[in-house]
Nanobody, 125 residues
Framework: QVQLVESGGGLVQAGGSLRLSCAAS????????MGWFRQAPGKEREFVAG????????NYADSVKGRFAISRDNAKNTVYLQMNSLKPEDTAVYYC??????????????????WGQGTQVTVSS
């Protein structure tokens, strides 16, 4: 079964940390660039961070640079998002996805099917 399952979200105070995980199945995970996206209430889904298939290249939205770090373990078919110095504006449902890279832009790909259920991150002030 082709799917992505996100976990690790929760409620945290501003300045705190969380580590999200995304487990992939049904495809050869190591062949795909991967990324994290988020959607806040009333807003469109936006790119947060991406990592190349080998892990040698990463990309971040300006809003999270220096605070978030994406990594992957191809042996475990898992991509992670370490989130530090969290802010209330980071509150959103976080999703992972395979990504395509076109120039400097990273787009979600349906390689692992439609979006998963996501994981809720709530940062209180």
């Amino acid at each position: 079964q082709v799917q992505l399952v996100e976990s690790g979200g929760g409620l945290v105070q501003a300045g705190g940390s969380l580590r999200l995980s995304c487990a992939a199945s049904g495809r050869t995970f190591s062949r795909y660039h991967m990324g994290w996206f988020r959607q806040a209430p009333g807003k469109e889904r936006e790119f947060v961070a991406g990592i190349s298939w080998s892990g040698s290249s990463t990309n971040y939205a300006d809003s999270v640079k220096g605070r978030f770090a994406i990594s992957r373990d191809n042996a475990k078919n898992t991509v992670y998002l370490q989130m530090n110095s969290l802010k209330p504006e980071d509150t959103a449902v976080y999703y992972c996805s395979a990504v395509m890279i076109r120039g400097s832009s990273w787009y979600p790909s349906a390689a692992f099917g439609s979006w998963g259920q996501g994981t809720q991150v709530t940062v209180s002030s």
